[in-house]
């Protein structure tokens, strides 16, 4: 079984920007799609933005712009470079396989708050 590992998450204001890593004890290389998925306080974790072996991107729509996904096969490394953060961005980030992420796989992830 693969074990993420989130991190990068902070306290920033409105506008700041963030860069998430998850790093992954095993290979990712064989998950053709990985993705960030986001859960706020009472509400259900949500999917974020996803990235294929290949490249290919996609974004739910209220991070288009801001949010930027990326991975580093080698390094079994993914990435979410978050700008212009708005507080509704606030939420507990976590790495996991996409479309249907596995329930073994989840992090503790990474507390990201955007407040002034």
Do not use: H
């Not at 306290?11 to 799609?33: D, E, F, M, N």
Request: net charge positive; charged share 15%.
């Amino acid at each position: 079984q693969v074990q993420f590992v989130e991190s990068g998450g902070g306290l920033v204001q409105p506008g700041g920007s963030l860069r998430l890593s998850c790093a992954a004890s095993g290979s990712i290389s064989s998950i053709y799609r990985m993705g960030w998925y986001r859960r706020a306080p009472g509400k259900q974790r949500d999917w974020v933005a996803s990235i294929t072996i290949g490249g290919s991107t996609n974004y739910v729509d209220s991070v288009k712009g801001r949010f930027t996904i990326s991975r580093d096969n080698a390094k079994n490394t993914v990435y979410l470079q978050m700008n212009s953060l708005k507080p509704e961005d606030t939420a507990v980030y976590y790495c996991n396989k996409a479309p249907l992420p596995s329930d073994d796989y989840w992090g503790q992830g990474t507390q990201v708050t955007v407040s002034s």
